[in-house]
């Protein structure tokens, strides 16, 4: 049955909202409006991890995602590792995202050591350990990269970070 006296077209809402948002109802009595999807809004950030960086994070692990703030936790939905080449490291761990002070690695896999010690430039792509019962949930915490095993030695590549993740209010 169509709707009557109804318009429509999503263009004649008042508010478009913007790429992050989903239309949401309001109630029988209320046109839906552009929110932020419940949970928290996604955002998108890049962050560079030098070759010094690559060198020292077993011993002195690299905040990537400074702590959200009081009563929130930061949530991790996907990674995108892109490793770039230079000299070839040795040594080194599994490298994975951890709460600070925390040992758990909170992606659904670890950026396996030879895609650091090899001689091609790689990717790839990681979601949320969430759904697993090994990973803790960690209130006002930055998230850190780290590498398990040793300090990776000798190289010159860098590796860079495209994060997808949410704030959510406790």
């Given at each position: 049955?169509?709707?009557?006296?109804?318009?429509?077209?999503?263009?004649?809402?008042?508010?478009?909202?913007?790429?992050t948002h989903v239309l949401t109802s309001n109630g029988p009595s209320a046109p839906p409006t552009?929110?932020?999807?419940?949970?928290?809004?996604?955002?998108?950030?890049?962050?560079?991890?030098?070759?010094?960086?690559?060198?020292?994070?077993?011993?002195?692990?690299?905040?990537?995602?400074?702590?959200?703030?009081?009563?929130?936790?930061?949530?991790?939905?996907?990674?995108?590792?892109?490793?770039?080449?230079?000299?070839?490291?040795?040594?080194?761990?599994?490298?994975?995202?951890?709460?600070?002070?925390?040992?758990?690695?909170?992606?659904?896999?670890?950026?396996?050591?030879?895609?650091v010690t090899g001689a091609s430039s790689v990717w790839e792509q990681m979601s949320s350990n969430?759904?697993?019962?090994?990973?803790?949930?960690?209130?006002?915490?930055?998230?850190?990269?780290?590498?398990?095993?040793?300090?990776?030695?000798?190289?010159?590549g860098t590796l860079k970070l495209f994060i997808l993740y949410r704030d959510i209010t406790l």
């Amino acid at each position: 049955m169509p709707l009557q006296g109804v318009n429509k077209t999503l263009s004649n809402l008042a508010n478009k909202g913007t790429a992050t948002h989903v239309l949401t109802s309001n109630g029988p009595s209320a046109p839906p409006t552009f929110q932020a999807p419940g949970g928290g809004a996604v955002t998108a950030t890049t962050v560079s991890i030098s070759s010094a960086n690559i060198l020292g994070m077993f011993a002195t692990p690299v905040e990537v995602l400074a702590a959200p703030g009081a009563g929130k936790i930061r949530i991790i939905d996907e990674v995108v590792f892109s490793f770039t080449v230079g000299t070839q490291y040795a040594n080194g761990g599994n490298v994975r995202l951890q709460y600070d002070g925390d040992t758990v690695n909170i992606l659904n896999n670890t950026f396996a050591t030879g895609n650091v010690t090899g001689a091609s430039s790689v990717w790839e792509q990681m979601s949320s350990n969430f759904v697993s019962t090994t990973a803790a949930v960690s209130t006002n915490k930055a998230i850190k990269i780290t590498n398990a095993t040793a300090a990776f030695i000798t190289g010159t590549g860098t590796l860079k970070l495209f994060i997808l993740y949410r704030d959510i209010t406790l």
